[in-house]
């Protein structure tokens, strides 16, 4: 499969494999692999005794004299695949999150295995997120772990899940009684429901956390509605605090966008929206404030009316937003909030009322904190 990323204005052209995260990639994965198994495996000479696989990792049982061998028959398969190998060493062998032991009768048992770089981290107490879920997230990572390991092991291992649930600042009472108290009784799977049971099954809602009001909110939609199940979802994600190294397009090829353009001859911008790019956008406003070329905008009107230009070449980009309804929703937001505006008052009629305070209060935090910014270098 052919592919291209940018990187630095430059395009780079994948020549072989699967892009990293394609949707397809997995799946693409896993059926390489399933061939390569049916390719190797006849060929094993002796055949192995247990053959385990989990994406592209492998676990084999076979005589250690027959490793080498078998290790070069899996890298003759494809010139592009390259194969290692970890042996068992002093009876224990990881793989994945577990290490498998073999004692000297050949029993073998398991206990829950971290590599040296492991950070513990999991969901921080003290973030904004459902009393429900940090307690969830607590309770998988024990099931998870004591799941994984040997009933000899469980004492050990709750000890340090003790520990990482207290780095990541649980109470000690709540982390004890969700460690102690922990059971694989309740782990069996749910029944599946019967499709005659199925107009019984509670559906789903999210909305969205804010902490003291949604636990709240949810309470009393579940007890006006009790077939709804009301979920929590979360806007802010790790992944928005990592580094973004993705090449941006430039903005005049951006689309699906809340915009403003400023006035060059005085303070006033225009704000609007556009599913087009940007620079498509602005060569029509250009047009429109050409004499004898119809009504247009507000911004056209304000250009000839006052004899004003516009920057179009300072336009910046508000918000982004795929869907038609919710654009519109944040262009008049963004032009309720913004009293230099020269949009006409009915740009912003189909905003309903109630949002008028949070909006204001939302215009005072965004002056506050341009205010506050440090001025470029060279000012």
Known sequence: MSGYFKFEELFFEQRAGCAMGGVLSSDLAGLVMVDLLNWVVPQLQPPARLIRRYVDDLFLVLPRQSVESTLRLFNLYHPKLVFTCEMEENGCLPFLDVMVFRDDQGTISTDWYRKKCSSDRC???????????????????????????????????????????RK??????????????????????????????????????????????????????????????????????????????????????????????????????YIGQTMQYVKVRMGKHRWECQEGHGNGTQLSHHALTHDHHFNFEDVSILDREENL???????????????????????????????????????????????????????
Request: glycine share 6%.
């Open 325 to 379: 309804g919710r654009r519109l929703i944040k262009e008049m937001a963004h032009i309720k909030m913004n009293p230099r505006s020269c949009n006409a008052r009915m740009d912003s009629n189909g905003l309903s009322s109630a949002y008028s305070g949070v909006l204001a209060e939302c215009a005072k935090i965004g002056s506050k904190f341009a205010q506050i910014q440090p001025s470029p270098p060279g000012d």
């Open 123 to 165: 969901l921080d107490f003290m973030s904004v997120h459902a009393f429900s879920m940090k307690v969830a997230s607590a309770k998988e990572l024990t099931g998870r772990v004591l799941r994984l390991s040997s009933p000899q092991f469980h004492n050990d291992n709750k000890k340090k899940i003790l520990s990482i649930l």
């Open 168 to 269: 990541n600042g649980y109470p000690k009472s709540l982390s004890t009684r969700i460690v102690h108290g922990w059971s694989p009784v309740g782990e069996a799977a749910e029944p599946r429901v019967s499709e005659n049971d199925q107009r019984n099954v509670r559906r789903f809602s999210s909305v969205t956390f804010v902490s003291g009001i949604s636990p709240k909110l949810k309470v009393l939609l579940e007890r006006e509605c009790p077939e709804i199940r009301v979920v929590f979802s979360y806007k802010n994600k790790i992944g928005q605090l990592h580094t973004k190294l993705k090449a941006k397009d430039p903005i005049g090829l951006q689309s699906n966008v809340v915009y403003c353009v400023p006035c060059h001859d005085c303070q006033a911008v």
